[in-house]
């Protein structure tokens, strides 16, 4: 059975960062294409960001410059580093690998 595991959100500041982590257990992060969706109060969840088992990456505009995310295979981990976080990017933000299989959310808020 494959599991995801967030971690990493919290409270920060406009102009802060956060790393958020997604752990997988019973997969290979590099099994599937794997990404981080959020999901803002009153709105539909969206994808932010992806990678390929190639290592392509895909970013929604709104991130493109300020989030980065990348694949530790020894760790068997995705991380999504994020930057210059504006209220816009407040959310619960949901690991995915390939078409089903979801992690159960972080909450990341940021506010001054």
């Known amino acids: 059975q494959v599991q995801l595991v967030e971690s990493g959100g919290g409270l920060v500041q406009p102009g802060g960062s956060l790393r958020l982590s997604c752990t997988a257990s019973?997969?290979?992060?590099?099994?599937?294409?794997m990404g981080w969706h959020r999901q803002a109060p009153g709105k539909q969840r969206e994808l932010v960001a992806a990678?390929?088992?190639?290592?392509?990456?895909h970013y929604t505009d709104s991130v493109k410059g300020r989030f980065t995310i990348s694949i530790d295979n020894s760790k068997n981990t995705m991380y999504l580093q994020m930057n210059s976080l504006n209220p816009d990017d407040t959310g619960v933000y949901y690991c995915?690998?390939?078409?089903?299989?979801w992690g159960q959310g972080t909450q990341v808020t940021v506010s001054s």
């Open positions: 995915k690998q390939g078409l089903n299989t």
């Open positions: 019973g997969s290979s992060v590099r099994a599937y294409a």
């Open positions: 990678i390929a088992p190639t290592g392509r990456t």
